[in-house]
T-cell receptor
């Protein structure tokens, strides 16, 4: 079974500051890990994914995440926040090759950018 | 490339009424998912189809929810009768078989009053 914990339901940063959104996972099989972004009244858009290749994954809009097996973490970062980054962010895990493609999502983190 | 299409975008019904949602996946995507997203929570898988067969419906409340995917393309999700706690956004997603990336539609926001 898989589960995801996102630390912090709300994160607020200043424009130009570092963005760090935390995600810890639990999985009984080698996991695949994902970060999705959701803008108001929209569906989910994939930011990036880890599928057992490079542990540092680069995604769209300048975001990246690092898979750390020893810490069971997959934190999302962006060096410099932009106003357009304000949205809800979801970390998700799937069972990799063995677990088909069912995604288990965290509770989400709402990112606010202050001018 | 057209994305996942869902309709309606919004629906308001009274409790004990029935409602149906429609989803058209991306062309060629054999796998289709329905997720329920309650306000303030992450999406939760309700049902997963592979072509027109059900792969996982373990979290579908089968006493009131039903879903079908006739001909392995479009899908409908039905709730009958609806309860207040069914108020949520219902997201449809699709993917190629064996692919790790699922593409999501904009969702249907259901309000049960």
């Amino acid at each position: 079974a898989q589960s995801v914990t996102q630390l912090g339901s709300h994160v607020s940063v200043s424009e130009g500051a570092l963005v760090l959104l935390r995600c810890n996972y639990s999985s009984s099989v080698p996991p695949y890990l994902f970060w999705y972004v959701q803008y108001p009244n929209q569906g989910l858009q994939l930011l990036l994914k880890y599928t057992s290749a490079a542990t540092l994954v680069k995604g769209i809009n300048g975001f990246e995440a690092e898979f750390k097996k020893s810490e069971t973490s997959f934190h999302l970062t962006k060096p410099s926040a932009h106003m357009s980054d304000a949205a809800e962010y979801f970390c998700a895990v799937s069972g990799g090759i063995q677990g088909a493609q069912k995604l288990v999502f965290g509770q989400g983190t709402r990112l606010t950018i202050n001018p | 490339e057209a994305g996942v299409a869902q309709s309606p975008r919004y629906k308001i019904i009274e409790k004990r009424q029935s409602v149906a949602f429609w989803c058209n996946p991306i062309s060629g995507h054999a796998t289709l998912y329905w997720y329920q997203q309650i306000l303030g929570q992450g999406p939760k898988l309700l049902i997963q189809f592979q072509n027109n067969g059900v792969v996982d419906d373990s979290q579908l409340p089968k006493d009131r929810f039903s879903a079908e995917r006739l001909k392995g393309v479009d899908s409908t999700l039905k709730i009958q009768p609806a309860k207040l706690e069914d108020s949520a956004v219902y997201l449809c997603a699709s993917s190629f078989t064996g692919d790790t990336e699922a593409f999501f539609g904009q969702g249907t926001r259901l309000t049960v009053v």
